[in-house]
């Protein structure tokens, strides 16, 4: 449980990153949070390796989720536009990172066969 809680942690300090980007444009106070932001973004994320979850499941939920709510609250936030067909495209790009972390699972619970022996062979 401890490795989500990180990981939606690292999701929030990316999104809050990325969009502080936008709003610095016209206020440079807000360079502070985006640097802020990147950085426990990637310590949060280490953690979460820390943890166990491998690097593709980790790292693609980040970056997918991450997205994903940049979109969304972009337009929210900043009346940035958002079509059915970006719509469309968020969504395979998670379903994307679904089937990914279900391959994972799949493989973790996989019973790893022995690795053949090797030989040496002396002159």
């Known amino acids: 449980m401890l490795k989500w809680t990180l990981l939606a942690g ?18 440079p106070a807000w360079y502070v949070v985006v ?15 820390r ?18 709510a940049t979109a969304l ?18 969504v395979l790009v998670i379903v994307g990172v679904l089937i990914v972390e279900l391959g994972a699972q799949a493989a973790r619970a996989r019973p790893r066969e022995p690795e053949p022996r090797r030989h040496e062979y002396t002159r």
Not at 73 to 90: C, D, I, N, R, Y
């Open 51 to 68: 943890q166990g979850m491998a690097l593709g499941v980790a790292y693609g939920i980040w970056g997918a989720t991450g997205v994903a």
């Open 10 to 27: 690292a999701i929030v300090a990316e999104v809050s990153a990325s969009l502080s980007l936008k709003a610095a444009l016209d206020v």
């Open 35 to 49: 640097v802020v932001g990147y950085a426990a973004g990637f310590v949060l994320l280490t953690f979460v390796l």
């Open 73 to 90: 609250l972009s337009a929210v936030l900043f009346g940035e536009p958002l079509t059915a067909l970006m719509v469309a495209g968020l």
